[in-house]
T-cell receptor, first 112, second 116 residues
Framework: EDQVTQSPEALRLQEGESSSLNCSYT??????LFWYRQDPGKGPEFLFT???AGEEKEKERLKATLTKKESFLHITAPKPEDSATYLC?????????????FGQGTRLTINP | DGGITQSPKYLFRKEGQNVTLSCEQN?????MYWYRQDPGQGLRLIYY???????QKGDIAEGYSVSREKKESFPLTVTSAQKNPTAFYLC???????????????FGQGTRLTVV
């Protein structure tokens, strides 16, 4: 049973074409939802933390939002350097234990 | 500079050998984690530790072992019992933010293990 599901698996956009990535979760006792960016062969780089439904965070062309069941990462007017895999992670109670669980990621490609 | 250091960056193991991956942090974080990442997949939790001398199994702990004798260090041993150890291994750490919420985890740059 998946606790964190990201969609789409891959997304290709033209430079300047805005879009959104989705992260759905089913954990209980949410203690935090985190977005990361990962470049090939490197460790994930932290982007945002969200704790409560309705919360929003922004950084340059990225904006993360949170509801009770999902989070969106909105990318406005992306540039080629925004190409990366974006990972969503949820900290909560899973099978009776506190865990940090990741989705499988969305591979984003921005064409110039 | 504060951060998480994983070593080595690349590691080759012969079948039947045990190998140990190093993870050191100087962020004074309480919690540390080990994840495994396979091509095109997300991160899967192997082990985690929330305090020194204590650790818990994650979702794929079979064939792995850890220790947490010091706050700064959380080494992972990949044993010969791990049937398919070739993967990218990531170590992370975080600081407890309180009883109701957790802070983000920060990652090292990973160790790529290959069985030859």
């Amino acid at each position: 049973e998946d606790q964190v599901t990201q969609s789409p698996e891959a997304l290709r956009l033209q430079e300047g074409e805005s879009s959104s990535l989705n992260c759905s979760y089913t954990v209980s006792g949410l203690r935090g939802l985190f977005w990361y960016r990962q470049d090939p062969g490197k460790g994930p780089e932290f982007l945002f933390t969200l704790y409560s439904a309705g919360e929003e965070k922004e950084k340059e062309r990225l904006k993360a939002t949170l509801t009770k069941k999902e989070s969106f990462l909105h990318i406005t007017a992306p540039k080629p350097e925004d190409s990366a895999t974006y990972l969503c992670a949820v900290q909560g109670v899973i099978q009776g234990a506190q865990k940090l669980v990741f989705g499988q990621g969305t591979r984003l490609t921005i064409n110039p | 500079d504060g951060g998480i250091t994983q070593s080595p960056k690349y590691l080759f193991r012969k079948e039947g050998q045990n190998v140990t991956l190093s993870c050191e942090q100087n962020l004074n974080h309480d919690a540390m984690y080990w994840y495994r990442q396979d091509p095109g997949q997300g991160l899967r939790l192997i082990y985690y530790s929330q305090i020194v001398n204590d650790f818990q199994k994650g979702d794929i702990a079979e064939g792995y072992s850890v220790s947490r004798e010091k706050k700064e260090s959380f080494p992972l041993t990949v044993t010969s019992a791990q049937k398919n150890p070739t993967a990218f291994y990531l170590c992370a750490s975080s600081i407890a933010a309180g009883p109701l919420r957790d802070t983000e985890a920060f990652f090292g740059q990973g160790t790529r293990l290959t069985v030859v």
